[in-house]
């Protein structure tokens, strides 16, 4: 076990896969001599060499696209978007290419790419270094979608996104990739995906997030204690696949759901949470389901404080779902 | 002389020339001119059963076959091809078998991609031939990718991407030719310029008078090659890959072709070609061209010739008759290989 940010973390995972792995490759802007542009893969270069550790040319389709030339010969490639907010070069790529090749090829091309990228706001980014578009992608069949909130996860989760057989989108909240320490395991640490993790257990409401949502939520949880509200948070990890059995099984007991996500409302991640419970939890809601999100309106910059849900925002819709009958 | 203007209808071979250009002529052309036989028969016949309701779509390769078969020729079985939307005949002379291609243009149950595609969109793993999506360039940069893997594993082979001259305005054209230069890959940039894009010409695609020239502003030669001429489709590529096997990094073709049919089985070209369009493709169309030169060296004699139209004629008729009486995909296969079958946790759905 060692103490570790979560952006430290994800530099451990791609060191592991790296020194255990003679297939893995890192491809992406300024990840080489720089170290990327959060530190993300600081030193990595240095010790396995720029034929592994790659800095490209700027373009987001060739780096996706190569990255599957490279999956398809039988390499391991972990690419690099330097901020999900530019990632849309290469969405053709990704929707079009590395989520149906698998399925399109009959399972003679598997397209094993993994592509991290750092999201969200809370950095002062505005429109362009802030955005969740997660919902594109766990909307698009073949993916993926893994998004950690603490430095344990980050490592685990990536570390099974890099050995797995199917491309993985994995998001990195950047709001908390140093405020955020915690213990890591050494060596090869993988988490499972698919398995939602209960954070803090309660009876009265359950909250669901994800990413940089996570300690907002608690937070949030830990005021309404001292109310007598007990709010389950429920940490995700993983939006494809998601763990279905957990979501609900939560909600069975509590009767109470809120979800918190920081992309826009309208069609977002939630949207599927909620049509999930109408579905399959109906009769044991005794509340309707809220949701607490960004904004329908791009991304902000001197109002993003406006924007962001937070503890308080989360710590409201819980309370009101608590006393609503 | 302009392409359209120029009046080649023999191939400008004499089999001196031959023997110092390519010394198994004999053997090789007489092989390949089979496979062009072939890939104009299948046409013919697919566009007919297209007609007839008996497959869903067809893109036809017809004027384009010297193409492929002279860069099947020339290629190596340790190289990869990332194809564009007409270079099915280069899958069968890898070796894929036809019968498993004519499983793939009916979308049969034993179509290995479980009939997904749109017919004359193939996968042939046994031919490292890459499946293809009908989007279109994003097979450049994806070419590129797998040359590195190549390069890194220190592989004497070759990535091939084709594309057609629509595709060189698409934005993964240029990605790709631009990281090849940069990493100085083992990639030939195949691209087919049929100097149509469905409907737009050539003209409308770029300014430059040669869509090889794009290949200086990335670092590296490029050639235009007259792609209705199989030796030369055949040298060229023989040469261009020798020189990337070599390490001396990545090379642009284009193939000059007319497109002799419709852009596939849904368009009507009457709308926006006119003139002596189709007079100008049959002066050089590949096949008789072909024909001709190995008639006049004295490789192919008229019983010949008909045997293997015949011949051509009966495998496509087999492979029709056998692939239609397989009936449709098992509904449940609608399911499989969304993701890897290994057992991953709970999933949803």
Known sequence: MTDLTLVQAVNRALHEALSTDPDVLILGEDVGVNGGVFRATEGLQKEFGSERVIDTPLSETGIVGAAVGMA??????????????????????????????????????????????????????????????EAYFAHTAGLKV?????????????????????????????????????????GDHRVPFGQAATVREGSDVSVFAYGAMLPQAVQAAEALSSEGVQAEVIDLRSLV?????????????????????????????????????????????KAPVARVTGFD???????????LPNAERIAHAVRTTARAS | MSVGERSLRALPYEAPRLDRLWPSWREQLLEGYRWMVLGRVLDERMLGLQRQGRVGFYGPATGQEAVSVGVALALAAEDWVFPGLREQLLLLVRGHPLTTYMDHLFANDRDPARGRQMPCHPTGRDARYVSMS?????????AVGLAYGLKLRKERAVSLAFFGDGATSANDFHAGMNFAGVFSLPVLFCCTNNQWAISVPVERQSRVEELAHKAGAYGFAGHRVDG????????????????????????????????????S?????????????????????????????????????????????ADAEALVKAAIVEAEAVPAPDPASLFTDVFAPAPLGPRSG
């Open chain 2, 228 to 263: 209705t001429d199989l030796v030369a489709v055949f040298t060229s590529a023989r040469e261009a890959l020798g020189r990337i096997r070599d390490g001396h990094g990545p090379e642009m073709l284009e193939f000059l072709v007319y497109r002799m049919t419709p852009h």
């Open chain 2, 265 to 309: 089985s849904s368009d009507d070209p009457s709308r926006y070609q006119q003139g002596d369009w189709m007079a100008r493709a049959r002066e050089v169309d590949p096949v008789p061209r072909v024909s001709e030169l190995l008639s006049r060296t004295g490789v192919l004699t008229p019983e010949l010739e008909a045997r293997l139209r």
């Open chain 2, 134 to 142: 009908s989007v279109i360039g994003t097979q450049v940069t994806q």
């Open chain 1, 297 to 307: 309106t791009p991304f902000p910059y001197a109002l993003e404080h406006v924007y």
């Open chain 1, 72 to 133: 398809l010969y039988g390499l391991k490639p972990v690419a690099e978007i330097q901020f999900l907010d530019f990632i849309y070069p290469a969405f053709d790529q990704i929707v079009s290419e590395v989520a149906k090749f698998r399925y399109r090829s009959g399972g003679q091309y598997p397209c094993h790419v993994v592509i991290r990228t750092p999201y969200g706001g809370g950095i002062k980014g505005g429109l362009y270094h802030s955005q969740s578009s």
């Open chain 1, 146 to 186: 893994i998004v950690p909130s603490n430095p344990a996860d980050a490592k685990g989760l990536l570390l099974t996104a890099i050995h797995d057989e199917d491309p993985v989108l994995f998001l990195e909240p950047k709001r908390i990739y140093r405020s955020v320490t915690g213990e890591v395991p050494d």
């Open chain 1, 241 to 285: 696949p998601l763990d279905e059995k957990a979501v609900l099984a939560s909600v069975e007991k509590t009767g109470r759901a809120v979800i918190v996500h920081e992309a826009p409302r309208f069609c977002g991640y939630g949207a599927e949470l909620a049509a999930l419970l109408a579905e399959k939890a109906l009769y044991s809601l």
